[in-house]
């Protein structure tokens, strides 16, 4: 059978393949000190939990989920208005599974082929998948570490930006740690309208950011509804990564429109996830304070560590990332991975898995306990591998 010419845009996933490489060094008797996929090793709160079991005892709770629940929106508008100061109407919202599930939602109801969607570089590489699925022509926009990995929208050149149907932009960012400036939503917001560009603001991480900062919602800025919509999950604020609880928020023309998309592909939100969700927003936002703080604490132990072996590694400044130049001796993201994996167990993941300009970088997760990581770094202090290193 031929398949789709698609499927030749998809390589085998860098997870699967740094999963592969873990297992055989597993089986040597190593230790591993998994720092590769942003999966949190925290619990959902036990009300969260609750909220789910006790749903699945409802009549109708297994029964197709047609529509969200008015109970979930309010919760989402409550929600955005006590966390964001942003005000949210209800049919300006519609969950998803996930928010990689939603950007192909959007990119497939928005574009047609070879509309131009510009992704940040490095980014998530669902980013790019969600183009590739609806055979968008993608343009990238490089974050550079003069700018602190910030979006240059000056620096886009106004043939591409005229051209562009879409811009994802993502703050706090995967996998580079920035976080965004002041100003800068409100330079978005009259930049799309200068070229008419639809925003999809992802805001995976504004419950995780760093020395005493405050995650904001794309949302919040005057204009933001005009121009485009904003990606909202619970994942990472939560730890329910493998639910896939997540909202598209916004611009309601952009939401109405992968709503009716999404009619087409799948049946809503399975209910009890839905009375999980409106748990978890409606909870008083200590839980998440108190988990940034662990983060951040992980965050201190980890880059001050790799200073003093004298891998020059900046503080992320929010996500659960820490983006890593590559130390003195090394240019290839990947070989240098494995090399690390194979002489001190400790997986992170290679700069170029997220774009062209991830070359020269690797990312860690912050996703192992404090100990960990400064055994971690003790293993690296004693493998020789970074020549400028002292034993620890």
Request: negative net charge; contains cysteine.
């Given at each position: 059978m031929k398949f789709a010419s698609r499927l030749d845009r998809f390589g085998k996933e860098i997870f699967t393949l740094l999963d592969e490489k873990k297992l055989a060094v597993e089986r040597t008797g190593k230790k591993i000190y998994n720092m590769s996929i942003g999966t949190p090793d925290f619990e959902p709160p036990g009300y969260v939990k609750e909220a789910l079991?006790?749903?699945?005892?409802?009549?109708?709770?297994?029964?197709?989920?047609?529509?969200?629940?008015?109970?979930?929106?309010?919760?989402?508008?409550?929600?955005?208005?006590?966390?964001?100061?942003?005000?949210i109407k209800k049919e300006e919202i519609t969950s998803v599974c996930g928010t990689q599930t939603g950007l192909g939602y959007v990119c497939l109801a928005l574009c047609d082929p070879q509309d131009v969607v510009l992704l940040p570089d490095p980014c998530y590489p669902g980013f790019e998948a969600a183009a590739y699925m609806a055979d968008a022509a993608i343009s990238y926009y490089p974050l550079l570490r003069e700018n602190a990995f910030l979006p240059d929208l000056a620096g886009?050149?106004?043939?591409?930006?005229?051209?562009?149907?879409?811009?994802i932009i993502n703050l706090p960012s995967n996998p580079v740690g920035a976080v965004a400036r002041e100003g800068i939503y409100e330079e978005l917001i009259a930049w799309a309208k200068e070229y008419d560009v639809c925003v999809?603001?992802?805001?995976?991480?504004?419950?995780?950011?760093?020395d005493g900062n405050t995650g904001a919602s794309f949302l919040s800025f005057p204009g933001a509804k005009e121009v485009g919509a904003e990606f909202f999950s619970l994942s990472k604020s939560f730890n329910v990564t493998g639910a896939r609880i997540g909202f598209l928020i916004g611009r309601k023309d952009v939401v109405d429109a992968v709503r009716m998309f999404r009619?087409?592909?799948?049946?809503?939100?399975?209910?009890?996830?839905?009375?999980?969700?409106?748990?978890?927003?409606?909870?008083?936002?200590?839980?998440?304070?108190?988990?940034c703080a662990v983060y951040e604490e992980r965050r201190d132990i980890l880059c001050a560590g790799l200073r003093e072996l004298g891998w020059d590694v900046p503080d992320s400044g929010g996500s659960m990332f820490v983006w890593a130049?590559?130390?003195?001796?090394?240019?290839?993201?990947?070989?240098?991975?494995?090399?690390?994996?194979e002489k001190t167990g400790v997986l992170c993941a290679p700069g170029a898995s997220f774009g062209p300009h991830g070359?020269?970088?690797?990312?860690?997760?912050?996703?192992?306990?404090?100990?960990?990581?400064?055994?971690?770094?003790?293993?690296?202090?004693?493998?020789?591998?970074?020549?400028?290193?002292?034993?620890i």
């Open positions: 079991k006790s749903a699945a005892d409802e009549p109708d709770a297994w029964k197709y989920p047609l529509y969200d629940l008015p109970e979930l929106l309010d919760a989402v508008c409550a929600y955005y208005d006590r966390r964001f100061s942003a005000s886009i050149d106004e043939a591409t930006a005229k051209a562009a149907k879409l811009i999809i603001h992802d805001n995976a991480y504004s419950d995780i950011i760093y009619e087409h592909v799948d049946f809503g939100m399975f209910i009890p996830l839905q009375r999980a969700a409106i748990a978890a927003l409606s909870a008083d936002g200590d839980d998440t304070k108190r988990q130049p590559l130390p003195d001796g090394f240019s290839d993201s990947m070989a240098f991975c494995l090399a690390l994996l070359e020269g970088y690797v990312r860690f997760a912050l996703v192992i306990d404090k100990e960990e990581i400064k055994a971690a770094l003790a293993g690296i202090a004693n493998s020789g591998l970074l020549q400028k290193c002292r034993i």
